[in-house]
């Protein structure tokens, strides 16, 4: 059985922990990534290559970075990428329009899911069901909970149901009721065989046709639309497989507290702190965090936010996100820490006409061949060897050398060496931002 990983979401209700440059499945706040751990979970019914990923174009190389750290590689064709995020359903479209047929599974890549023998044994009956069935997956719940939708089972397919109907998530009086009748939580989970795909496809969403056709060319043509809204809940033909495991969409901060082990006062903790007289907070800090004679709090200290709010109102955050993304602050889409296919770098600090940031380069790669009309750059190298490229002459710089780049010279740095290159950047002019680059060459085929 085949396997689709949608690892394209921006996972906006845990911010200031994730943003648009690094979404929720991408964080490591379980061990292992949330996106890591799908494609781990992935291998239960699939081999390398089996498994597809559909992600954006912003987002190509992190997914590469994480399957790299875990030993994975799967084929070149079986990277997906949407040009932009339009849901579920056109994505799961773009799959099969990219090769994926048969019968496959579809797995979101930011949810904690607990494979024991029943999440298995699901998968099974799921496979078989799928001959003639779209086949999602019920969670028995553990409680009454207002942030998930619900299932309601109906007539009984051998192992499985058929799906009466698809709830929205419920008020807590009614979340107690679903729960009392027997409904179960859409774990956003499916397994689908792509002839019965096809033919529910047609006939509800015949839009949804035009990718299958044109690929990734019809995106400025079709809905942006869940498979939920635009499919299943419209078909006769969807079956549901209860399974009772451990799971969580992780679709806010009270739901990470859920998950994360307590200390005696029941306070979860990721980072460093100190909890006086303090029960019962999330704490997730990247410096010292100090919590006296409070309780029922969320605390999120990132280099550059910090976010204090009740337990229980975690839906702020979206809309703090939204307040950021509206302004154009640029908060809202990155860390002081960015992500690229030669490594990374943090910004230190900025002001008028500066910023200095630290570069860390991988082992044998190289950031691209380029040039800035607006500033100037002085390196120091900090940590490794650097094979530097001004204008055409090379030199290689050690620890505790530096060279500059005037504005306009065009320009490489390249780790040579075995171990990570770390360089101190400094960068002044009349306009700094990420966008006054040209480049002629370059190793990921950003030109």
């Given at each position: 059985m085949k396997t689709v990983i949608l690892a394209?979401?921006?996972?906006t209700r845990l911010w200031p922990l994730s943003r648009e440059t690094m979404p929720k499945q991408f964080l490591k706040i379980f061990g292992n990534s949330l996106f890591q751990k799908t494609v781990q979970r992935a291998f239960i019914f699939s081999k390398p290559d089996e498994i597809f990923v559909v992600t954006n174009k912003e987002y190509k190389f992190r997914v590469l970075d994480d399957l790299e750290e875990i030993g994975v590689?799967?084929?070149?064709?079986?990277?997906?990428?949407?040009?932009?995020?339009?849901?579920?359903l056109p994505a799961i479209c773009l799959a099969v329009k990219n090769g994926v047929n048969g019968k496959f599974a579809v797995l979101p890549s930011d949810h904690i899911v607990e494979v024991n023998?029943?999440?298995?044994?699901a998968f099974k009956v799921a496979e078989k069901v799928s001959d003639e069935y779209l086949v999602t997956f019920g969670i028995k719940p553990t409680k009454p909970h207002t942030g998930y939708g619900y299932i309601k089972p109906g007539e009984r397919i051998g192992d499985a149901f058929k799906v009466d109907d698809f709830k929205e998530k419920p008020n807590s009086e009614l979340a107690k009721r679903y729960v009392e009748m027997g409904y179960l939580w859409n774990s956003g989970m499916f397994v689908f065989d792509s002839r019965v795909f096809l033919e529910e496809l047609e006939k509800h969403a015949p839009d949804m046709l035009e990718i299958l056709e044109k690929g990734e060319k019809a995106y400025d043509k079709v809905r942006e639309i869940s498979i939920d809204y635009g499919l299943l809940e419209k078909s006769n033909k969807v079956a549901v497989v209860p399974m009772e495991t451990r799971w969580s969409d992780v679709g806010n901060f009270d739901a990470i507290y859920d998950l994360w082990e307590k200390d005696p006062d029941g306070n979860a903790v990721n980072g460093e702190a100190i909890c006086m007289d303090a029960r019962n907070n999330l704490i997730i800090s990247?410096?010292?965090?100090?919590?006296?004679?409070?309780?029922?709090l969320i605390v999120v200290n990132t280099d550059d936010a910090l976010l204090v709010a009740r337990r229980g109102k975690g839906e702020v955050v979206k809309k703090v996100y939204e307040k950021l993304q509206k302004e154009g602050d640029r908060r809202a889409e990155m860390h002081r820490?960015?992500?690229?296919?030669?490594?990374?770098?943090?910004?230190?600090?900025?002001?008028?006409?500066?910023?200095?940031?630290?570069?860390?380069?991988?082992?044998?790669?190289r950031i691209s061949l380029q040039r800035h009309y607006h500033r100037s750059e002085?390196?120091?190298?900090?940590?490794?060897?650097?094979?530097i490229t001004v204008d055409g002459k090379e030199i290689l710089l050690r620890s505790g050398e530096s060279t500059f780049v005037p504005a306009g010279a065009?320009?490489?740095?390249?780790?040579?060496?075995?171990?990570?290159l770390e360089i101190i950047e400094i960068q002044i002019g009349e306009y700094i931002e990420e966008d006054d680059i040209e480049r002629f060459e370059d190793d990921f085929g950003r030109c």
């Open positions: 394209g979401g921006k996972g590689r799967i084929p070149d064709e079986n990277l997906i990428l949407e040009p932009k995020a339009m849901n579920t023998e029943n999440y298995i044994s990247q410096k010292l965090a100090v919590l006296a004679g409070v309780e029922d820490t960015a992500y690229r296919p030669w490594g990374s770098y943090k910004m230190i600090e900025e002001g008028q006409g500066y910023r200095v940031k630290r570069l860390i380069i991988k082992p044998k790669k002085h390196w120091v190298v900090v940590r490794g060897t650097a094979r065009i320009h490489r740095i390249e780790n040579p060496g075995k171990i990570p």
